[in-house]
């Protein structure tokens, strides 16, 4: 009997199915090597002016080498000798300590009576009386003194005020030898390290 050839069937390709799900996630690789430096950046721009802390600092020791007499009208006592004044607050014209610095400050003043007169005066806070230094008149002259602490905002003066004249007041001192001293200076600043612009 005669073979027969096998004839190979040939079958035409199919369209592309759809695209099937995304598997599950594999497992990390291991890190990679680090790399190299970037280049520097360039300059940044100046900043703004930082800030400086402002001195909480202040103090003064001042007399007065001239004796003083009442007159008809309260004054102001003013002085000439400067022992320590710390950045100028206190004004030697004017004779007033000026409070740059807020706080508890401590004052006192020393001065000598004059023979049979009387010593009058007063240590003021702005135009208030705070304190009186008196001694009645006496045949002996005797040093005198008064202290106090205040607590002063900025912009507060202070200052010693003569009475006026309604029996004779004065205070004794002389070229040679001060006898009238006034000290002040600041125990504690209202607000710490506080900031001003610079």
């Known amino acids: 009997p005669s073979q027969r050839s096998a004839v190979p069937m040939i079958r ?4 592309m199915g759809e695209r099937g799900l995304a598997g599950l996630e594999g497992k990390s690789g291991e890190p990679g090597l680090q790399g190299s430096h970037g280049q520097k950046g360039q300059k940044g721009q100046v900043g703004p002016t930082g800030h400086s802390c402002k001195q909480h600092y202040a103090a003064f020791s001042i007399g007065r080498s001239k004796p003083l007499h009442s007159l008809d009208y309260y004054q102001r006592v003013t002085f000439d000798t400067e022992f320590v004044n710390l950045y100028k607050h206190f004004n030697m014209f004017t004779g007033s300590f000026f409070c740059y610095v807020p706080g508890i400050y401590f ?10 007169k009387e010593t009058y005066l007063h240590i003021m806070k702005n135009e208030d009386q705070v304190a009186i230094l008196y001694s009645q008149p006496s045949e002996r002259s005797i040093m005198q003194s008064q202290s106090l602490m205040l607590d002063l905002l900025e912009g507060d003066e202070v200052w010693v005020r003569m009475f006026k004249r309604e029996r004779e007041n004065a205070i004794y001192s002389e070229e040679s030898d001060i006898y009238i001293i006034f000290n002040g200076h600041l125990i504690k600043p209202a607000v710490e390290d506080t900031p001003v612009q610079g």
């Open 12 to 15: 035409e390709k199919g369209e």
């Open 107 to 116: 004052f006192s003043l020393n001065v000598h009576t004059w023979n049979y």
